[in-house]
């Protein structure tokens, strides 16, 4: 009873900083061509845990081309990912497929000190289908290269795009 309350606890934590993250894309989405977040889930291949997360780009000058950012945390475990990443996407008609490359960490705890992180690249792909204007699906599949290891994340979840 008492881990199940702390992995409620943690996740509500990981929820409240992933929207003030999405208030701050927001705001500063006056200055920004496309923003666009949105809520995960999705499965690894080497734990064949259930991962949670946030996910928010946003577009500047290049048409196309949008930079990433996700945050990950897998259920029933201690670690958090974060990744950025560069997103090369084209909408036609209700579909937008992408390709996606960028690099990110895991890491228990967040702190100075980076000898407890584990860092990966990753590159990927998926779609968009949008359901109404600024809605979408997005189904997503990454692999990432860890030191060590590889691992196969496929992702699926809800977004908005201003």
Known sequence: MIIKNRI????NVF???GIFICLFLLIISNYAF???FGLL????TTSSKTTL????GMGFFIPMVKFEF??????EAEFKEFGVGVKIRKKIGNFAP???IGAGT???DFSIIFSGYDYFTYIGGGMHYYIFYIFSLRFDLRYQSYNDKNNIRLSVGIFAHI
Do not use: C, P, T
């Not at 409620?8 to 996740?11: L, S």
């Not at 889930?41 to 690894?44: E, F, H, L, V, Y």
């Not at 996700?70 to 259920?75: A, G, L, R």
């Open 8 to 11: 409620v606890k943690d996740i």
């Open 15 to 17: 929820i409240k900083k």
């Open 34 to 36: 496309s923003v666009e």
């Open 41 to 44: 889930a999705g499965r690894n």
């Open 53 to 56: 997360g946030f996910s928010a």
């Open 70 to 75: 996700e945050m990950m945390k897998q259920s």
């Open 98 to 100: 992408y390709v996606v």
């Open 106 to 108: 895991k890491f228990n």
